[in-house]
């Protein structure tokens, strides 16, 4: 099965405010500047004697780790938008093709196949299939791209069954 994509600016946006909240190690950036800030009032103010020097303490470093969390998400999605383009193979055309191995990607940029094995998740979210290879890293497809709902359900349906053959015959090799 095949689809082109044709992938925006915006598409780009979308997907990273749909997908950023969603991710653990946002959390986990949050506590860590909610802890260095405490840190920063430890070092500099002392331990507090009272609960309202407690309670202050937590409240601010909670904005704290909250605010820096809002900025590094706000400023790494600034730096994509700004460097993304389609010479780099982040904007403009892509061709998927669901091969038995993998994920045939085609942009200007590269041609690619991502084994199923090595896929770690395929999600829906609102108007996008996600098709996440790392962490941080994603094929983003649009449903637009599709004829029509039937076309998307087979598409992912068919992606579905690969990656989970591979895993299941991973797993089964590691026994």
Same mark, same amino acid.
């Given at each position: ?13 979308? %997907?990273?405010?749909?997908? !950023? =909240?969603?991710?653990? #190690?946002?959390?986990?950036?949050? @506590? *860590?500047?909610? $802890? ?5 009032? %430890?070092?500099?103010?002392? !331990? =507090?004697?009272?609960? #309202?020097?407690?309670?202050?303490? @937590? *409240?601010?470093? $909670? ?10 998400? !706000? ?101």
């Amino acid at each position: 099965m095949k689809v082109t994509t044709n992938l925006s600016r915006l598409d780009i946006v979308k %997907f990273n405010l749909n997908v !950023i =909240p969603r991710m653990k #190690s946002t959390y986990v950036a949050g @506590l *860590v500047f909610a $802890l260095l800030t405490l840190a920063f009032f %430890f070092w500099k103010e002392g !331990i =507090p004697c009272n609960s #309202s020097g407690w309670t202050k303490y @937590l *409240v601010v470093s $909670l904005v704290g780790g909250i605010s820096a969390t809002l900025g590094g998400s !706000i400023l790494s999605l600034v730096g994509i938008v700004l460097t993304a383009n389609s010479k780099n193979g982040i904007l403009g055309e892509h061709r998927y093709e669901l091969l038995e191995q993998g994920l045939l990607e085609e942009t200007v940029a590269n041609e690619s196949i991502s084994n199923w094995s090595s896929i770690l998740e395929i999600s829906e979210h609102d108007q996008y299939l996600l098709i996440r290879i790392s962490s941080y890293l994603f094929h983003v497809i649009p449903k637009r791209c599709f004829s029509n709902i039937d076309e998307y359900q087979r598409f992912h349906q068919q992606a579905l069954s690969y990656l989970e053959k591979a895993h299941s015959d991973k797993n089964e090799t590691n026994a």
